[in-house]
């Protein structure tokens, strides 16, 4: 007990100094990445203006697998051995989560109606993807059924663990089956194959994301330690 209440003492202010970071990175990038997306990345020759909604929907699509992945991490860590930042950690990023899944989902709608001719087709990549917008909602549903916050972290923990099987199958949905969604244009063989004053925006967009995951989570694990320790 005297080691978990020692790490939590010694997070708290840590993450107190890091929150102002990581709220400036994330404006501040935001405002470089959607600038460069919306004014300087050039036309696409087949998309036309239509393809800038990928510089939302594409950092949210990596934010929804980032973040389960890195509840999984917290998970097994809770599963193997107790840790109460990554019980905190865990229970606070399904939420967010779940925002930035449902987020994708509608900007990949908006994106696919031009380009597609419909909001919403059955595709391995959208399906999957559809798949893990509900394990969140259940990871959530769970957090909340649950009233003793431990007891709580032990069954998200396990449903977690389960549900990361869904992660490779989003990754690599659009290389295992034929589907409408394009192929992976970025981390792949050989490279890019996208404009570079594209990929700059999507990675400033990315880090803009990344910065905000981080600094809500920081916040919101605050305020579980201070309210456990009423």
């Avoid at 990175?25 to 935001?30: D, E, H, I, V």
């Avoid at 792949?188 to 999507?202: N, V």
Wanted: proline share 4%.
């Amino acid at each position: 007990m005297i080691k978990h209440y020692d790490s939590l003492k010694i997070f708290y202010p840590l993450a107190g100094r890091l929150m102002p970071w990581f709220g400036w990175a994330f404006a501040l990038l935001g405002i470089f990445g959607l600038y460069w997306g919306l004014f300087l990345a050039p036309i696409d020759a087949v998309q036309g203006e239509a393809y800038r909604i990928m510089f939302v929907h594409v950092p949210s699509a990596w934010m929804s697998l980032m973040i389960y992945a890195v509840m999984t991490i917290c998970a097994i860590t809770i599963l193997l051995r107790r840790s109460k930042i990554a019980e905190y950690w865990l229970l606070s990023s399904s939420s967010i989560g779940a925002s930035f899944t449902f987020l994708t989902l509608v900007t990949g709608s908006l994106w696919g109606r031009p380009m597609w001719g419909t909001w919403w087709v059955w595709d391995a990549r959208l399906t999957s993807e559809l798949i893990l917008l509900f394990v969140y909602l259940g990871i959530i549903a769970l957090g909340n059924a649950i009233p003793e916050k431990r007891k709580a972290a032990q069954a998200v923990s396990m449903l977690t663990v389960v549900g990361s099987i869904n992660l490779p199958i989003i990754k690599f949905s659009v290389d295992w089956w034929t589907t409408l969604h394009q192929p992976a244009s970025i981390f792949r063989a050989g490279g890019s194959a996208i404009h570079p004053m594209m990929l700059t925006a999507l990675l400033l967009m990315a880090a803009s994301f990344t910065c905000y995951y981080f600094w809500l989570i920081l916040w919101r694990v605050r305020i579980q330690i201070r309210e456990n320790k009423q």
